[in-house]
């Protein structure tokens, strides 16, 4: 059974997924929001998330049944040496996530 998706639900399933994936604390979910949100055919979406003020994203690709495909990726231009980075204001948990997906990202 399909769903009727709207672009607002999309962004929406994919942040919840990346929060509970992550285990950010609900008090620290607002570092994060959807920065794009694109069509990929009738079947699924791709979903930009970044954290405000820094390049970094997560891709996610939402399907129009509302699940979310676990093998997401990440981006940054931001170099493995450099992994702290513009990290100082965030919450811990915050901080540690990007500075580990920053290290990961540039031995993949």
Do not use: H
Not at 71 to 98: H, K, M, R
């Amino acid at each position: 059974m399909t769903l009727d998706m709207t672009t607002a639900k999309v962004g929406q399933c994919a942040i919840e997924f990346l929060m509970n994936d992550f285990e950010i604390p609900s008090d620290d979910q607002e570092w994060f929001s959807v920065l794009s949100v694109r069509s990929v055919g009738e079947t699924w979406d791709v979903v930009e998330i970044g954290v405000e003020g820094l390049p970094d994203k997560w891709v996610v690709q939402v399907y129009d049944t509302g699940e979310c495909d676990p093998n997401y990726t990440f981006n940054s231009p931001v170099q493995a040496t450099e992994a702290d980075t513009g990290l100082e204001d965030l919450p811990a948990a915050i901080a540690q996530l990007l500075a580990t997906e920053r290290s990961s990202n540039a031995n993949s």
